[in-house]
């Protein structure tokens, strides 16, 4: 009998409101978090809005040597690693510490204090070759962002399997599907899964000026972020992190857990075609979706519910918009679908898990997030992408979807748990 | 029944060489590829010596368009899966793109290319930052380049756990095996030897010093004082049993079983989980014992000691012969593991394990059989290869040759 | 200013994303289809970035985008830069 693998606790730190309540009420009451960038001076820059958090280490928690050592996408793993367990009620004492595991997806890990790093080295640029009178002591951390997981892996006392998964956008997914296959297998009986990003930097704000990915938008700062409208041109960077625990049925049952949803099927793919580029039949991201649905025992005019990866870039939404139609059909023009990141922005290889929560929650509330600054759809974005205003729906099967440089292309069903 | 996953093809490019059979000669021969670290004057840095790879021409060997949008690891990456893929043998048509996947390990991006584009940031500007940072930087960049320029559309991923992230990705491409894929091309590579990445990887103290190539990393000699970094890395083509018993394909050996476990917080007073790593990964190969053990030979003190103890509460006093080649060539982060698996299934081959170059004086407290200053000839069926990456990752992993039993289906 | 021969376009292209190697010699290129020679819409991202830092024209992004063939990205950028003082 295959096990079942089920979340039973969230933590969430997403633009607009920390917390995962904040986030729930931000999404599904159609507000928009995205503002002009105030976490580094992006005049110069082609794309100058984020969707960025008013993050307090100290409010948080985090000790002044945790806040010294640890980069921003760490803290921000930390704390939200911290609410999963406590909205779980998962008592990690209680547990053999070999049966609990850690797993966070990241996309571009340390950016930020490696960026930060780099000119205190450099002599802001001016040095090639380096003075070693400056290195910090954490610079190995941030080199190598494992230590994303490890910290997480410390503060919970976790001594199973513990892996960074670092696929680009779809990091967030990914990871917490290595989560949920570790946990199938019967490897351990609950993992801490998730991801975070923390991108809001000059060096990575630049890696999309340069390929025009993000929206060159300035007025209207909270409208930047427009997935499936015709207006868009490009995707909002963001930051933000979410985990869960992710736990076998049958030890969440037994411990009394309130349970959010089942992980049901899972499944990640590539193109095969370019870095950054989409074939626009999206007959890779159908595929990943076809087996995640195959593997959850789901018909695809059972779900009743797509989190779309919904980027706002041209090319994104209707590659997105094609593998619907490949994969499920008539059912594709009848499900509704919709972009979080039109209200949070993008955060990279987080969003795949913060897109995980809103589905999960969506579930728990019969609440379908709607697509904000949705206006004008695009002709060729013909779906029902739940323009401007949640919806009450009862949603059993969820889908979410996320889509990569690199040509990842990663789909998770969610279902609800009576 | 669920699938084997065997090993149909592998490529190596390492400071000892960058065929397999280059790597096996000196390998075997304790060769020294240690040396001062070159492309930049290091003469400021207090670490000086490394392991690089030093005639690798990628200009020989992959299409110009792919040069200016790749740093190094990325061509090295590029360059070993396309040999480890004609050693595999698959023609085009014997397998479906979707039944086709990557899953490689990194650790440390893609370091020269980002440094320059760091540079160019913040001395000219962002209008002088290439379209191909946005990628040659992330870790994911080497599985997407290998999925494109060989066309597999399968399952792919990409992992990060220091030294252990190699063993760890051969491990996912092995489950994505069982899973229905037919073929997975896997392994890892590191690469950060210009001036910043080098630099930072001395940030956590443990690189040796020393000046003399030969007594810079000695794991587990009792004068130890650190390791040497290295660059490169290894791929292996695993193909599911059926589908190479299907069309014959000769293959090196299975991947057998693997476990990865975590090291409790510094301070805690919970024991290292190493022990129960390598319990777990030779149960999952339904092994009770193996023919030899390539260490993972971190080359500081206190770490050594922790694992000459948990092969020595596994495996009894001197009870396995335990190598490690990479004394020669430096730890490559997530290409280490990797090759060490490459160096087991050649020791299974030619029924030899190498010794490990520079130790002398191992303590007897360790109660290990180390091979030491030269080959030692053997039948080895079974081999276990560990793998620890900073912070407390531990990956351990079994390869068994198919002498014998063949290949399962 | 002077404008940016077929020649200087391809060597533009070379420098800032790889020689294609699919024999198409820049002579014969004006009206085949950038795909077709080897360049993708990042190569010519790329390429045009260069060229605005060296002569300081800058063209439109959808424009950029929309330039299939050499003939058609040469117009483009021989355009913005009579149009420069």
Request: charged content about 20%; proline content about 5%.
């Amino acid at each position: 009998m295959t096990r079942r693998v089920v979340i039973t606790g969230i933590g969430v730190r997403a633009p607009g409101g920390l917390g995962t309540k904040a986030f729930w009420e931000l999404i599904a009451a159609g507000a928009t978090a995205t503002r002009p960038i105030s976490l580094f001076d992006a005049s110069g820059f082609r794309s100058q809005v984020a969707g960025e958090c008013d993050f307090d280490p100290d409010f948080e928690g985090l000790s002044p040597r945790q806040q010294r050592r640890l980069d921003r996408a760490t803290q921000f793993s930390v704390v939200c690693a911290r609410d999963a367990i406590e909205d779980s009620g998962l008592d990690p004492g209680q547990l053999d510490p070999a049966t609990l595991g850690v797993t966070i997806g990241s996309a571009v890990g340390a950016a930020t204090s490696l960026e930060r790093e780099y000119l205190v080295l450099s002599d802001s640029g001016r040095h090639w070759v380096m003075n070693e009178d400056h290195l910090s002591p954490h610079m190995f951390d941030y080199l190598v962002p494992s230590a994303m997981p490890r910290e997480v892996a410390w503060e919970i006392g976790a001594e199973g399997p513990v892996t960074m998964v670092s696929t680009g956008c779809t990091s967030g997914i990914d990871a917490v599907g290595y989560a949920v296959d570790l946990v199938r297998s019967g490897t351990v009986a609950a993992m801490i899964a998730g991801a975070s990003d923390t991108p809001v930097s000059p060096i990575v704000a630049a890696c999309f000026d340069a390929i025009k990915a993000t929206t060159p938008r300035l007025d209207e700062p909270e409208r930047a972020s427009r997935p499936f409208d015709a207006s868009r041109n490009g995707f909002v960077l963001a930051e933000g992190a979410a985990m869960f625990v992710v736990e076998e049925y049958e030890h969440a049952r037994k411990r009394g857990a309130e349970i959010y949803a089942e992980v049901a099927g899972y499944a990640t793919r590539c193109n095969a075609y370019h870095m950054t580029g989409l074939r626009v039949d999206g007959v890779e991201m159908a595929e990943a979706i076809d087996v995640a649905l195959a593997q959850a025992r789901m018909r695809p005019d059972e779900l009743d519910y797509v989190n779309a990866h919904g980027s706002g870039t041209k090319q994104n939404d209707r590659h997105e918009t094609a593998a619907f139609k490949r994969s499920l059909g008539d059912h594709a023009y009848r499900v509704p679908v919709s972009s979080i990141k039109s209200m949070v922005g993008h955060s990279l290889g987080a969003i795949g898990s913060i897109e995980i929560a809103a589905s999960a929650l969506a579930i728990t509330h019969g609440v379908v997030p709607p697509t904000a600054n949705l206006h004008e759809p695009d002709p060729e974005c013909d779906l029902d992408y739940v323009p401007l205003e949640a919806r009450e729906a009862r949603l059993d099967n969820v889908l979410t979807v996320g889509s990569g440089f690199g040509g990842f292309q990663s789909a998770m069903a969610l279902r609800a748990v009576s | 029944m669920s699938e084997s996953a065997q090993v149909v093809g592998m490529g190596v490019a390492a400071p000892s060489g960058l065929s397999v059979e280059d790597h096996w000669a000196a390998v075997l021969a304790g060769r020294t590829s240690i040396g001062p670290v070159t492309g930049f004057d290091a003469s400021g840095y207090p670490v000086r010596l490394a392991g690089q790879i030093r005639d690798f021409d990628a200009e020989a060997h992959l299409p110009k368009r792919l040069l200016p949008q790749s740093d190094r690891v990325t061509r090295l990456a590029l360059v070993t899966a396309a040999t480890a893929l004609a050693g595999a043998d698959v023609a085009d048509g014997d397998l479906d793109s979707f039944d086709q996947g990557v899953v490689f390990a990194n650790a440390q991006g893609g370091s020269a290319f980002t440094h320059r584009e760091f540079r160019k940031l913040w001395t000219k500007g962002p209008a002088e930052v290439s379209v191909y940072e946005s990628f040659a930087w992330f870790y994911a960049v080497n599985t997407g380049q290998v999925s494109i320029r060989h066309g597999m559309r399968g399952p792919c991923g990409a992992l990060v756990a220091e030294q252990a992230g190699g063993l760890d990705a051969i491990s996912l491409a092995r489950r994505r095996i069982r899973e229905g894929a037919r073929l997975m091309v896997t392994g890892g590579f590191d690469s950060a030897f210009d001036p910043w990445g080098f630099l930072a990887q001395s940030a956590h103290g443990r690189l040796s010093r020393a000046a003399d190539p030969r007594r810079a990393y000695r794991p587990f000699d009792r004068a130890v004082n650190g390791y040497v970094p290295g660059e490169g890395g290894a791929v292996l083509v695993l193909e599911a049993g059926s589908s190479a018993r299907r069309r014959d394909a000769p293959s090196h050996g299975e991947i057998a079983g693997h476990a990865a476990t975590f090291d409790p917080r510094p301070g805690s007073g919970r024991p290292s989980t190493l022990r129960r790593a390598i319990e777990l990964a030779m149960a999952d190969a339904g092994v009770s014992t193996v023919d030899v053990v390539f260490a993972d030979s971190a080359g500081v003190p206190e770490l050594d000691r922790i694992e000459a103890a948990a092969i020595e509460d596994v495996f009894g006093r001197r009870g396995v012969p335990v190598t490690a080649p990479k004394a020669g060539f430096g730890r490559l982060g997530a290409g280490g593991g990797p090759v060490d698996v490459l160096t087991a299934l050649l020791s299974i081959r030619d029924s030899v394990i190498p010794p490990t170059p520079h130790t002398t004086d191992v303590p007897d407290d360790y109660g290990l059989d180390l091979v030491l200053d030269a080959p030692r000839h053997q039948r080895v069926e079974t081999a276990l290869v560990l793998a620890r990456g900073y912070g407390g990752f531990n990956s351990a992993l079994v390869v068994r040759g198919n002498a014998k039993e063949g290949q399962d289906g | 200013m002077s404008k940016l021969t077929i020649e200087e376009l391809f060597q533009a292209l070379v420098e800032s994303a790889g020689e294609a190697e699919t024999g198409v010699t820049p002579s014969d290129s004006l009206d085949v289809p950038f795909a077709d020679i080897g360049y993708d819409s990042l190569a010519l991202m790329e390429t045009a970035a260069r060229i605005t830092q060296r002569t300081g024209v800058t063209v439109d992004d959808q424009q950029l985008i929309e330039a299939e063939t050499p003939r058609q990205l040469l117009d483009l950028l021989n355009t913005a830069m009579s149009g420069q003082p």
